[in-house]
C-alpha cells in the first residue's frame, strides 16, 4: 500500500465549478500536511499547509481529518490557471523532514 | 535570483557513464533534499542534509548514488555506471531547519536525466 494515495484523475471541469481531491495516508504518526501545486514539467510549489481544524486561503480550502486520516482540498470558482496537478504530503515530523508525496491528481479547467 | 538553482537543466547520457548534478540552495538554508521524480508519479525522497551531514538516506539510494554537501553550502548528488531506471528529473529542494520559523521546503526546477 502506497503511503499517501491519491486519485490521478484527470479531473476536467469547467471554468468556474468546485472541485474537490482527496487523499489518504497510511502512517497514522504523520504530523504535518500540505497541498502541493507542480505545473507540467516545472519543479513542485507549496499551496497549502493543512491543519486539523481546516484552512482557507481565497478559493482553496484544506481539510485534515486524522482520525481517518484523510486530506482534502476544494478549489471554488475554478480558473484556467489553476490547471495543473495537485499533490498531496504528509511528513512525519513537525517540519524540516522529508516528505512523502502522492501520485497527484490531475486538474484540467475548460471553458 | 535568490531561489533554488540546479545544473545542469538537463542531461544525456549512455548507459553505465557517470553523472554528476549540482544544487545550490537559498543562501540562508541549512536543510537540502534530493528528491526523484519519473512521469506520472509524486517525488520521491532521496537524503538530505543538514548543514554538511548527511542525516537520511532512502533505500531507493542505492550504492551507485553519492551525495555530498562538503561546506554545507550547494551540495552535488552523482551517479556512477548509470541504468536505464535511472531516467527522471531529479530535484533539489532547500528549507530552514528546527526551530526556526517555517520549514517550507523550496524547489529547483530540476536535472531532467535520461539514460540511452
Known amino acids: 500500500r502506497k503511503e499517501v494515495e491519491q486519485d490521478p484523475g484527470p479531473f476536467n471541469v469547467p471554468e468556474g465549478a468546485t472541485v474537490a481531491f482527496n487523499c489518504t495516508y497510511s502512517?497514522?504518526?504523520?504530523?504535518?500536511f500540505f497541498w502541493y501545486r507542480q505545473d507540467c514539467r516545472k519543479e513542485p510549489k507549496l499551496l497549502m499547509s493543512?491543519?486539523?481544524s481546516g484552512n482557507e486561503d481565497g478559493r482553496f480550502t484544506a481539510q485534515l481529518n486524522r482520525a481517518s486520516q484523510y486530506i482534502s482540498l476544494l478549489i471554488r470558482d475554478s480558473k484556467l490557471s489553476d490547471s495543473a496537478t495537485y499533490l498531496c504530503?504528509?511528513?512525519?515530523?513537525?517540519?524540516?523532514?522529508?516528505?512523502?508525496f502522492g501520485t497527484g491528481t490531475q486538474l484540467k479547467v475548460e471553458l | 535570483d535568490t531561489g533554488v538553482s540546479q545544473d545542469p537543466r538537463h542531461k544525456i547520457t549512455k548507459r553505465g557513464q557517470n553523472v554528476t548534478f549540482r544544487c545550490d540552495p537559498i543562501?540562508?538554508?541549512?536543510?537540502l533534499y534530493w528528491y526523484r521524480q519519473t512521469l506520472g508519479q509524486g517525488p520521491e525522497f532521496l537524503t538530505y542534509?543538514?548543514?554538511?551531514?548527511?542525516?537520511?538516506k532512502s533505500r531507493l539510494l542505492s550504492d551507485r548514488f553519492s551525495a555530498e554537501r562538503p561546506k554545507g553550502s550547494f551540495s552535488t548528488l552523482e551517479i556512477q555506471r548509470t541504468e536505464q531506471g535511472d531516467s527522471a528529473m531529479y530535484l533539489c529542494?532547500?528549507?530552514?531547519?528546527?526551530?526556526?520559523?517555517?520549514?517550507?521546503?523550496?524547489f529547483g526546477p530540476g536535472t531532467r536525466l535520461t539514460v540511452t
Open positions: 542534509f543538514q548543514n554538511e551531514a548527511q542525516l537520511e
Open positions: 493543512v491543519y486539523s
Open positions: 502512517n497514522s504518526a504523520s504530523q504535518s
Open positions: 504530503v504528509v511528513s512525519l515530523t513537525g517540519g524540516g523532514n522529508k516528505l512523502t
Open positions: 543562501s540562508e538554508h541549512n536543510r
Open positions: 529542494a532547500s528549507s530552514l531547519g528546527p526551530g526556526q520559523s517555517s520549514y517550507e521546503q523550496y
